[in-house]
Every structure is written in C-alpha cells, then in structure tokens.
C-alpha cells in the first residue's frame, strides 16, 4: 500500500535521482544495519549553519547523540545542500529525508493555506505575540492541518522579522513602485508586494544572492541574520528596518517515519526537539540583535528606520493583502489569531 502511494506521486528529476542513490546507498549498508540496528534521521534546511534553524538543527543533532547513546544518528545536511526549497518537501512525503523545517510561507502552496496568515504584513508587533499564536490553541491547530498534506508537524521556530533591502532606502509606498523585490512562494507575500507597486519575483532562498548579483530582482525582504550570512550587502547596502513581516519555520517530520520508531524512541527525539526549538527561538532573538550591531559597523551598508507614520502608511498600503486572505480563507481563523493576540 505504501509502495504504492510513493509511486503515485509526482516525482522531480531530482527527487528521482536522489531516490535512486539512497537506494543503492541503503542496499550496500544493509547488512552494516543488519549488525548494528540503528535509526538515521536525515535533517535537511535551506540556510546557512550560523541562523537560528542552523543553530536549533546542530542542538537537537547534539541531544540526540548525547541522550540516545549512539542508538539514534541525527544528520544535518544545510545551505540546500541534500534538497532545496523547491522540492524539500517532495522529498520529505517520498520518506527520502526524515525532518525538515520550512518557512510557514511555503505551507502555503504544499496544500495548507491556513499557515499563510503568518505572511500577513504588520500582523505581530512583536515575539511574544507570535508565541501567543505558535504556542497556544491556534499553532496547535494549524500544526494538526499538515497531516492532510502528509506531514507531521512538531512545534515552531522563529526567525525574526523581515526588513527590506535593496539599492535605496524603501520608507514609502511609492519607493517601492517598479521594483522586482524576491519572496517565497506564497500569496500573501505576492498580494503584499503588488499593493506597493513592486513586482513579487518568486524565487528559492538559496538563489537569492545570485538573483540579485545578476539583476534579476532588485530588492529582498529578510530577517537580518539572513541578509548577513547569506552576503547581501554588496548588492543591497540600503536596509530599512521595517519590521513589517514575521518569518518563522514549522518543523515536521514523515509520519510513516515517525509512526516507525519505538515509542521510547519517539519521545526522546519529542524531547530532545522540544529543548532545541527553545534554545532556537532564545538565539533567535539575540542573532537579531547582533546582526543589528554588526550591520551598524559594516563599510558601505546604510540603515534606515521606518518611522510610526511611515510604518502606519506602509500598513495601509498592503491592506488589499489582509483583504485576500479574508476571502480566501474565511474570516474565522483570522479572527481566531486576532483574539489570541488581544488575550495576551
């Protein structure tokens, strides 16, 4: 049955070739297995080993190994380097990777569109209102949903919240008309973007700086910690601070994967996700400050902070991408989201 259901999905080239290579990979280790009983969970993320879900995949990869006693082998594959934003999740539902951690953006268009809510500009005004939403009845909620796409969802990261940059300042909307400006594949995102007057450009994060390098987009939204680690500065030395959108990750895992462990084996890595996801969201907070000072002493790299009434203005404008979504999605979970937020 499960054969089955594997060959009836779409598969990329990719997927096919990395599909065949673990096969041939798992036949020759076999009997390696057979001796010495052992589980792999292969984690994969798009970002570089110095982010916080860098950080949070090279604690939970340390627990493991510490708690598990070599029972249980965690590997970490970053920057794109086993599957990419475009076909991660493919890969995950093929079993040809265990745990992945993807933007809630791209949920989205991998059949849950209840995660683009967090795409929503000017939706958090800050962190602790994001835990008020992840944490609460409504992340669990929106956690549960995955399954419908073949997905088991564990808990939530943050990253941060996204700033613009680009090759000037981007205070109002008329600054941003006629730009290309890069986002994920997401609808809100795009609605948000053309609202302003830019041209949303759907691209994968790991082609992101050479997009830019070349002039294929002209602008970025990111958190600062990605803008550093992944080199942005000689193409975008304008960033203006925003604030205007959260980004943040969901971490799941394959069911049949999970279902397959020992249950004592299940609540181990529960465990040991739970303590980096908290280890994770505490870096989160502090890379962002950092990046911040760094940004501060960086040659050639101008800072501008979006005033109340500029960020008030810049809210008005996207409006139009608040209102989709109503549409879209009805206003139930909207209101749900707004209610959490007003308890806190």
Same mark, same amino acid.
């Given at each position: 049955m499960v054969a089955a259901w594997i060959t009836a999905l779409p598969r990329s080239?990719?997927?096919?070739?990395?599909?065949?290579?673990?096969?041939?990979?798992g036949a020759a280790s076999g009997l390696a297995r057979a001796a010495k009983p052992a589980v792999l969970l292969r984690f994969s993320h798009v970002v570089a080993p110095?982010?916080?879900?860098?950080?949070?995949?090279?604690?939970?990869? /340390? *627990?493991?190994?510490?708690?598990?006693?070599?029972?249980?082998?965690?590997?970490?594959?970053?920057?794109?380097?086993?599957w990419g934003d475009d076909d991660e999740m493919e890969a995950l539902r093929l079993g040809a990777v265990e745990m992945l951690a993807p933007s809630l953006s791209k949920f989205g268009n991998a059949g849950v569109p209840e995660f683009e809510v967090f795409d929503l500009p000017y939706l958090f005004a800050d962190l602790a209102q994001v835990r008020r939403v992840t944490q609460g009845a409504v992340g669990r909620g929106?956690?549960?949903?995955l399954g419908r796409q073949q997905m088991l969802g564990l808990g939530f990261l943050d990253?941060?919240?996204?700033?613009?940059?680009?090759?000037?300042?981007l205070r109002t909307p008329a600054d941003f008309k006629g730009l290309r400006v890069r986002v994920q594949a997401s609808r809100v995102l795009a609605a948000q973007m053309r609202a302003l007057g830019a041209r949303p450009?759907?691209?994968?994060?790991?082609?992101?700086?050479? /997009? *830019?390098a070349s002039g294929v987009v002209d602008a970025a939204e990111n958190p600062l910690s990605n803008y550093l680690t992944q080199g942005l500065a000689p193409w975008q030395p304008h960033v203006t601070l925003t604030q205007h959108g959260y980004l943040g990750y969901a971490v799941v895992s394959n069911p049949r994967f999970w279902a397959s462990l020992a249950p004592a084996d299940r609540?181990?890595?529960?465990?040991?996700?739970?303590?980096?996801l908290a280890h994770g969201n505490r870096l989160s907070a502090a890379l962002d400050k950092q990046a911040l000072a760094t940004l501060r002493r960086t040659p050639g790299v101008m800072l501008h902070q979006s005033g109340a009434a500029e960020r008030a203005v810049l809210r008005r404008a996207v409006q139009p991408a608040w209102d989709g979504l109503r549409r879209s999605l009805g206003p139930k979970l909207l209101d749900e989201v707004q209610d959490a937020l007003a308890a806190g």
């Amino acid at each position: 049955m499960v054969a089955a259901w594997i060959t009836a999905l779409p598969r990329s080239p990719r997927v096919l070739r990395r599909t065949a290579l673990g096969a041939l990979l798992g036949a020759a280790s076999g009997l390696a297995r057979a001796a010495k009983p052992a589980v792999l969970l292969r984690f994969s993320h798009v970002v570089a080993p110095d982010t916080p879900k860098g950080q949070m995949a090279l604690r939970f990869q /340390a *627990l493991v190994h510490e708690r598990a006693e070599g029972r249980i082998r965690v590997e970490v594959f970053p920057d794109s380097q086993l599957w990419g934003d475009d076909d991660e999740m493919e890969a995950l539902r093929l079993g040809a990777v265990e745990m992945l951690a993807p933007s809630l953006s791209k949920f989205g268009n991998a059949g849950v569109p209840e995660f683009e809510v967090f795409d929503l500009p000017y939706l958090f005004a800050d962190l602790a209102q994001v835990r008020r939403v992840t944490q609460g009845a409504v992340g669990r909620g929106l956690l549960q949903r995955l399954g419908r796409q073949q997905m088991l969802g564990l808990g939530f990261l943050d990253n941060g919240f996204k700033q613009m940059s680009a090759t000037r300042a981007l205070r109002t909307p008329a600054d941003f008309k006629g730009l290309r400006v890069r986002v994920q594949a997401s609808r809100v995102l795009a609605a948000q973007m053309r609202a302003l007057g830019a041209r949303p450009v759907v691209l994968p994060f790991g082609e992101t700086q050479r /997009a *830019l390098a070349s002039g294929v987009v002209d602008a970025a939204e990111n958190p600062l910690s990605n803008y550093l680690t992944q080199g942005l500065a000689p193409w975008q030395p304008h960033v203006t601070l925003t604030q205007h959108g959260y980004l943040g990750y969901a971490v799941v895992s394959n069911p049949r994967f999970w279902a397959s462990l020992a249950p004592a084996d299940r609540a181990l890595l529960g465990s040991a996700l739970t303590d980096a996801l908290a280890h994770g969201n505490r870096l989160s907070a502090a890379l962002d400050k950092q990046a911040l000072a760094t940004l501060r002493r960086t040659p050639g790299v101008m800072l501008h902070q979006s005033g109340a009434a500029e960020r008030a203005v810049l809210r008005r404008a996207v409006q139009p991408a608040w209102d989709g979504l109503r549409r879209s999605l009805g206003p139930k979970l909207l209101d749900e989201v707004q209610d959490a937020l007003a308890a806190g």
